[in-house]
């Protein structure tokens, strides 16, 4: 017999179709919210809020409150650079680490044609449409280094390069304060031929 109440085995359901979370952190998470719940009513005060009021910016695709963005709106940014990354968490990483002083593009995921997602399930035409205006003069492409990452980023450069915007691909290799030894040999590869010269 479940002895789970029919809102705990909904609440339960809905919990694990989040992405990383299986049945025993979804019973972890109700046993928490359901022991505070006050807690438990600003959460779920939150979610709607966010749901309601978060939606993808027409420009750049981030998600944002307000269209456009307040990125694609600030007028310190250089508007001459994009970065295309596959999801808003990419876009936050890159500015996260404050080197980055351009605008975003978010593709929506990446190409994978075993799973039905081709480049119109993407932002890919409005990525060239951005391209064309005429301010962009390089893309960054920042897609992961997974095998649908790389084949999104070449397929990204055979419709770019014909419009005369110069391309570059982020760089990978080791990880700083990672030992040579452990590093496997797609990374040393990328290490190696992503090399720069010294000062």
């Not at 310190?76 to 975003?104: I, K, M």
């Not at 290799?173 to 040579?180: C, D, K, Q, T």
């Amino acid at each position: 017999m479940d002895l789970r109440p029919p809102t705990v085995r909904s609440l339960l359901e809905e919990l694990e179709q989040l992405p990383g979370v299986g049945p025993r952190t979804a019973t972890r998470l109700v046993q928490h919210l359901l022991r505070k719940p006050a807690g438990a009513r600003r959460l779920a005060a939150a979610v709607a809020t966010a749901a309601e009021a978060v939606h993808h910016c027409r420009e750049c695709f981030l998600l944002a409150e307000e269209d456009p963005c307040r990125l694609c709106q600030d007028p310190s940014r250089d508007r001459g650079v994009l970065c295309v990354v596959e999801d808003p968490l990419n876009a936050w990483a890159v500015e996260g680490t404050g080197e980055f002083a351009g605008l975003y593009h978010v593709l929506g995921g990446t190409l994978d044609p075993l799973h039905g997602i081709g480049p119109d399930e993407l932002t890919v035409s409005q990525l060239a449409a951005r391209v064309r205006g005429g301010t962009v003069r390089e893309v960054i492409l920042a897609t992961n280094p997974t095998v649908e990452g790389e084949a999104t980023a070449h397929y990204l450069a055979r419709v770019l390069r014909p419009i005369g915007v110069k391309l570059s691909r982020i760089a990978f290799g080791l990880p700083a304060g990672g030992e040579i030894s452990y590093a496997d040999q797609v990374t040393l590869t990328r290490a190696l031929s992503g090399r720069r010269g010294m000062d």
